[in-house]
């Protein structure tokens, strides 16, 4: 079993706020302190030319703007002197661990950030500055890329970026965006004219545990068997963790373990981390290895009540009868 090579650099913890925010350098510390028998590899740094792939100008002069003065986006998402650069780096980060079938261990994170900045009327960027998984896929123009979002917060800046995308299926699970930041990613929310269908959002409960995603692995799959992508990428959120601290489903190792394990029959894939702030980071990132690494273990999975299963089947239903339009689930 090969380890999967992890992007990292210390330009990553650099990216800090003045005062307390859940969004900080331990976080990443706190991954390496569990994975020290893996290879690190540096990120490449890219240009502001690069970044143009992804984000609007005015967005782009805005952050680089807002960092040197160490001023805040939003009300969410801060910048210091060296956001711009570690920015940079995140995204060379993403790149290098498409190139690798790597997992960038980056800050800071992406997933909120749409062409322009807030996307899909998001209050605020959440603390997101530009958008690291999207990057390899404009960068070389890659086709037939799945994108499977499994951060508690809906992926709202990426499924924009690639609204009208067909070669790019973005398949997001969250929590209930009536119950959670950043309040969209419902699943009448299915693309752009042209990628009708690509884009698909599936939702947990407030306190659903391992027993919901066990019911939507199945659907995934079948859409990543329909699909036949050429490359499988992760916007790699922890903080569905029970307990993590800013979301409430109860996702617990298996989830982690059984969304790498998805990977396995690809060639290339890459993640990127996203969210995950204390507990998920500890324990669901290692499980996630495993999983794309194809380490057999076996976890204990969790279960959700019975009220909880019942508002699941309701989104459910939804679900599949918008996505059997367009797959064979």
């Not at 991954?31 to 240009?47: A, G, R, T, W």
């Not at 329909?226 to 489903?249: N, R």
Request: charged share 25%; with cysteine.
């Amino acid at each position: 079993m090969a380890l999967i090579p992890l992007i990292y650099s210390d330009v990553y913890l650099l990216h800090q706020s003045k005062y307390h925010h859940v969004e900080n350098p331990e976080r990443v510390r706190s991954i390496l302190n569990e994975l020290k028998d893996h290879q690190f590899i540096s990120p490449y740094k890219v240009s502001e030319e690069d970044v143009k792939m992804i984000h609007d100008i005015d967005y782009i002069n805005l952050v680089k703007k807002t960092s040197e003065k160490e001023g805040w986006l939003d009300a969410d998402t801060y910048t210091n002197k060296n956001t711009w650069e570690s920015a940079l780096y995140a995204l060379g980060g993403a790149l290098k661990a498409f190139e690798v079938n790597g997992f960038a261990l980056v800050r800071p994170p992406g997933h909120h950030s749409g062409k322009s900045g807030r996307a899909f009327g998001a209050p605020t960027l959440g603390f997101c500055i530009f958008n690291n998984v999207a990057f390899p896929i404009r960068k070389y123009n890659l086709k037939r890329v799945v994108i499977i979002d499994f951060d508690v917060h809906y992926g709202n800046g990426t499924q924009e970026i690639f609204w009208d995308d067909p070669e790019v299926v973005h398949i997001d699970i969250h929590q209930d965006p009536k119950t959670l930041y950043p309040g969209t990613g419902f699943p009448d929310m299915i693309g752009g004219k042209e990628a009708e269908g690509t884009k698909i959002n599936l939702l947990i409960p407030p306190l659903g545990g391992d027993d919901l995603y066990e019911e939507l692995l199945p659907i995934i799959q079948s859409i990543i068997d329909d699909f036949k992508p050429k490359i499988i990428a992760y916007s790699a959120g922890f903080d569905a963790y029970e307990g993590d601290g800013l979301a409430s489903i109860r996702a617990t190792e298996w989830t982690y373990y059984n969304m790498g394990i998805l990977s396995n029959r690809f060639e290339r894939k890459y993640a990127v981390l996203e969210g995950g702030y204390t507990v998920g980071l500890k324990n669901g990132v290692k499980a996630f290895i495993q999983g794309l690494e194809g380490e057999k273990k076996e976890y204990n999975k969790n279960t959700s009540s019975e009220s909880v299963k019942s508002r699941f089947r309701d989104y459910l239903s939804e679900e599949k009868r918008i996505l059997r339009e367009y797959w064979k689930i």
